[in-house]
């Protein structure tokens, strides 16, 4: 069976980042761009489908109900810049961070000082030299980087998407 980058994802319960990371390190079978599900199981010796081992793309992620490809998130993503006023309270700028990091499969701590954590499971990031709405616009920004990147690298690949995470990753009216 072959499968797309963004269904092999699903089906091991995985980020993309983590599809992408095992293709470049050769761990998956590639037939042309898709992935040769029952070659690479066999090299890995490992028959376990998502459901067996207990983990549902649809349990973890909801909220993302718009098929995309990644080209068209990142215009859509561009698109909202400066259509919705930058969040000024904490608990709203803590929320617009946890979405966007959501959306892109990072993981997030707040620090005591305003800093904010990010980890995509390969790389820690830190943002601690400014207040928590500069740090978490920084923040923001390493996370439209990444969705840069990845979209050029990948501009056909398929993906599902939800609103408030796209939402979350524009930019505010007062930083366009």
């Not at 010796?45 to 990644?70: A, C, F, I, L």
Request: glycine share 6%; with cysteine; net charge negative.
């Amino acid at each position: 069976m072959l499968m797309t980058k963004s269904e092999y994802a699903k089906h091991r319960g995985v980020s993309r980042q983590t599809v992408y990371k095992w293709i470049e390190n050769g761990e998956l079978v590639m037939d042309g761009k898709k992935i040769d599900v029952e070659a690479t199981e066999r090299r890995q010796g490992s028959h376990k489908t998502s459901q067996e081992n207990g983990s549902k793309y649809e349990d973890t992620w909801p909220e993302r109900t718009v098929e995309m490809k990644w080209r068209d998130f990142w215009r859509s993503v561009l698109d909202y810049d400066g259509k919705a006023t930058a969040p000024v309270t904490e608990a709203d700028i803590k929320k617009k961070v946890e979405l966007a990091v959501r959306e892109m499969n990072y993981d997030v701590e707040f620090l005591d000082d305003g800093g904010i954590y990010l980890t995509d499971g390969d790389g820690d990031y830190y943002f601690q030299n400014y207040e928590l709405d500069q740090n978490a616009y920084a923040a923001i920004h390493l996370l439209r980087h990444y969705l840069c990147y990845a979209a050029a690298e990948y501009p056909d690949e398929i993906d599902y998407w939800s609103p408030e995470g796209m939402k979350a990753l524009a930019l505010g009216k007062e930083r366009k």
